[in-house]
């Protein structure tokens, strides 16, 4: 079982940065394709960013490229995602998720692909 827990939201002006934080628990960790995924007010979660159980492999979301870099630090079970250039269209609630922890190539961008996830850090930007 793995245990994901996310800290770092706030609320920021439009503009600003944040960096979010997961932790992971279980020993799988390093062999877990990690992801971002985010809830706006009113709207079905959608994908932000991934990052291969290697390190290697990163794919992002359209709305957040050049803005947001995802990042791993597998000697903490820690997967970091800086936002830069917040905008009010970035406010949601943001989630850390775990694929099944077996060292997979395959990168998902759906939430079908994640078996595990954290309870979510609230993000809020204003103009």
């Known amino acids: 079982q793995v245990r994901l827990v996310e800290s770092g939201g706030g609320s920021v002006q439009a503009g600003g940065s944040l960096r979010l934080s997961c932790v992971a628990s279980?020993?799988?960790?390093?062999?877990?394709?990690m992801a971002w995924f985010r809830q706006p007010p009113g709207k079905e979660r959608e994908f932000v960013a991934v990052i291969g159980w290697s390190g290697y492999n990163r794919i992002y979301a359209d709305p957040v490229k050049g803005r947001f870099v995802i990042s791993r630090d597998d000697t903490k079970n820690m997967v970091y995602l800086q936002m830069g250039s917040l905008s009010v269209e970035d406010t949601a609630v943001y989630y850390c998720?775990?694929?099944?922890?077996?060292?997979?190539?395959?990168?998902?961008?759906?939430?079908?692909?994640?078996?595990?996830w954290g309870q979510g850090t609230q993000v809020n930007v204003s103009s």
């Open positions: 279980g020993s799988t960790f390093s062999k877990s394709n």
């Open positions: 998720a775990a694929d099944a922890g077996i060292g997979s190539g395959i990168i998902v961008t759906t939430t079908f692909g994640y078996e595990y």
